[in-house]
């Protein structure tokens, strides 16, 4: 028997599994090696955030995912800041090393403001009651 989640459940599995994010950039976003905060991103998001974001888009035909879309829009930004970041900067270089650290910096904010995100979208009931 296979359970089915809202998509507020659904928030709250990427909210608790983002945390192996959180862990992976502890401490100052710069001296970090890029490989391994790339690595706890690929992770969570192909493994967990992927199937929200198959479910929002099943959803989506039925109506009702506004409140969601934030989550994915904010997940697919970060996605391709670390796509830059991959194209500028071997694994094995500290983030410090990359060419634009403007980049970093909005990597930095990204993170946190995307827990922040889940954090809410999470908690928040809906007007639509999932």
Do not use: K
């Amino acid at each position: 028997m296979s359970v089915v989640l809202t998509l507020r459940d659904s928030v709250a599995a990427c909210r608790d599994a983002y945390e192996t994010v959180i862990e992976s950039v502890a401490g100052p976003l710069d001296e970090r090696v890029f490989g391994d905060v790339q690595a706890a991103w690929r992770a969570y998001y192909q493994e967990v955030f992927g199937p929200f974001d198959r479910q929002l888009r099943a959803e989506s035909a039925l109506g009702q995912v506004d409140a969601y879309v934030p989550v994915s829009v904010s997940h697919h930004n970060l996605e391709r800041l670390f796509e830059a970041l991959a194209a500028e900067l071997p694994a094995d270089a500290r983030l410090a090393d990359a060419p634009i650290p403007e980049r970093v910096l909005d990597l930095d904010v990204g993170i946190r403001r995307l827990r922040l995100l889940l954090t809410s979208r999470a908690a928040e009931p809906t007007p639509f009651g999932d």
